[in-house]
């Protein structure tokens, strides 16, 4: 078991740039997670995916983000023309479905965004 | 919908004494709940999860926490603080296909 692995790690952009962020979930895991926080806060739901369907969008995804599954195993977030304002850290979970799961979401290490 | 409150954005402790970070929910249903650690720059660690079995739900390095209903808390504790324990500790309430609701954080500062 490998874990969540995202990529990459840090990033440093300049604003109006296009960023793209990628997450490999844990192996059998078919549900797959995009948050975002910001300093100081707790991290916020921004969209979810079950194999390759996006099922849920919070309203925090404005049009500049787009999220894809392609082939329900990686995921990719990308942030359109960057604000400052998307300087956060980018956190990955993963979890698997079924009756009787508990919920936990398994994490990644996160992609630190700096926009200047 | 649900929600957490943490109560306390800092807790300072000194080093053997007694950690408490306090979590209250509001949940329409039944909640699965959660409490997760996270050090500088890394991703979330769950510390234990309770999900309606015991009341009294123990996890990793000491920690455990208690679910009461009356009082819609689940407070984290540890009898004595390492300074390994400095880290962001998040609540956290699953929703729908456990997508979760984490409070605003508490930050555990320990101190010899």
């Known amino acids: 078991d490998t874990g969540v692995s995202q990529d990459p790690r840090h990033k440093i952009t300049k604003r109006g740039q296009n960023v793209t962020f990628r997450c490999d979930p844990i192996?059998?895991?078919?549900?797959l997670y995009w948050y975002r926080q910001t300093l100081g806060q707790g991290p916020e739901f921004l969209t979810y995916?079950?194999?390759?369907?996006?099922?849920?969008k919070s309203r925090l995804l404005s049009d500049r983000f787009s999220a894809e599954r392609p082939k329900g195993s990686f995921s990719t977030l990308e942030i359109q023309r960057t604000e400052q304002g998307d300087s956060a850290m980018y956190l990955c979970?993963?979890?698997?479905?079924?009756?009787?799961?508990?919920?936990?979401?398994?994490f990644g290490e996160g992609s630190r965004l700096t926009v200047l | 919908a649900q929600s957490v409150t943490q109560l306390g954005s800092h807790v300072s402790v000194s080093e053997g004494a007694l950690v408490l970070l306090r979590c209250n929910y509001s949940?329409?249903?039944?909640?699965?709940l959660f409490w997760y650690v996270q050090y500088p720059n890394q991703g979330l660690q769950l510390l234990l999860k309770?999900?309606?079995?015991?009341?009294l739900v123990k996890g990793i390095n000491g920690f455990e926490a208690e679910f009461k209903k009356s009082e819609t808390s689940f407070h984290l504790t540890k009898p004595s603080a390492h300074m390994s324990d400095a880290a962001e500790y998040f609540c956290?309430?699953?929703?729908?296909?456990?997508?979760?609701?984490f409070g605003t954080g508490t930050r555990l500062q320990v101190t010899l």
């Open positions: 309770y999900t309606s079995a015991a009341t």
């Open positions: 192996s059998e895991h078919n549900r």
């Open positions: 949940s329409s249903v039944p909640p699965y």
């Open positions: 979970a993963s979890s698997p479905s079924g009756t009787g799961y508990t919920g936990e979401l398994f």
């Open positions: 956290a309430v699953a929703g729908t296909a456990s997508k979760l609701t």
């Open positions: 995916f079950q194999n390759e369907a996006q099922l849920e």
